[in-house]
């Protein structure tokens, strides 16, 4: 994998943020390069959802420094993180199911023409973007409740992808879906690389993780836990990293056996 540039598109400097008394995230470091996929794994609680919500403008940090491009950026807000490129897809997806897969993916950005809603450009647009990530559906005029699982999350992916985003995050993309439906939102994860983004992956399954992501980085009780590279890292290293097993279980009972051993 090449780098487009040495310097990454996005990058968290020593991210805090707090809720109250609880410390969500703290000192947290990231940063994601044009044409990479970073893998974003952790326990339940570790502070993936904070983290990524940090990103997209939901929850503004408390300390530290957001780059975007070499230069320190605010997002307090949602729009703050769209204005500059990044795209987020949560689990939840928010698609509106009566509607067809062309008024979802321009809802709220409509294309218009002379004041009025220009559908014609509308559905070759979505037809062009869909045919470009190689997306398969049946047709874009298809309610989006007649589609698969695997199928609406694609569609979901391709609506973030209508602003042309430079980053985009993804929540758990394949959590609820079947072998070939995982597949195919895999296939398109690794188009947007090819596409030269830098696209975020939040995932439970090691196994989607391993097929497309070039880094994985560890959060650990709202702390960074280490950042792996896919290819030359085992299973188990990211496992004792994730369960923190890195620092105690494992190595007392490394140092355990070996005094045994003497």
Known sequence: MIHVSATPVLALRGVSKRFGAVQALTDVELEIHPGEVVALVGDNGAGKSTLVKTIA???????????????????????DSQDLGIATVYQDLALCDNLDVVANLFLGSELRRAGVINEVAMEKRAQQLLDTLSIR???VRIPVASLSGGQRQVVAIARALVGDP??????????ALGVEQTAQVLDLVERLRERGLGVILI??????????????AVLRLGRNNGVFPVRTTSHEQIIAAITGATDNAVTRRQARTTEAGR
Request: charged share 30%; net charge negative; glycine share 6%.
């Open 137 to 139: 559906i049946p047709s």
């Open 57 to 79: 403008g939901v929850h503004p940090i408390d300390e530290g420094v957001i780059e975007w491009k070499g230069r320190k950026v605010r997002i307090d807000k949602p729009h």
């Open 203 to 216: 995932s439970h399954n090691m196994a989607d993780v391993k097929a497309v992501a070039d880094q994985v």
């Open 166 to 175: 430079e980053v985009v995050i993804l929540d758990e993309p394949t959590a």
